[in-house]
């Protein structure tokens, strides 16, 4: 499911070189998680930092 939010999405629209996964050179907006959401999806609430544009705007410890 999320290689259909991000990977997959990009490849549809054909923008994959610039976005849809995390690597050197590719444009991304993040979310670091606690814990693995494809253990359990209510893990995505528990968030460790939002990574905006290359900063930190949320960073919980």
Do not use: H
């Amino acid at each position: 499911m999320l290689k259909i939010a991000t990977i997959n999405s990009a490849r549809c629209v054909g923008v994959e070189k610039d976005y849809g996964s995390i690597e050197v050179g590719k444009q991304a907006d993040l979310v670091c998680l606690e814990e693995n959401p494809l253990e359990n999806i209510s893990n995505v609430r528990k968030i460790n930092k939002v990574i905006q544009s290359g900063k930190i705007v949320v960073e919980n410890n």
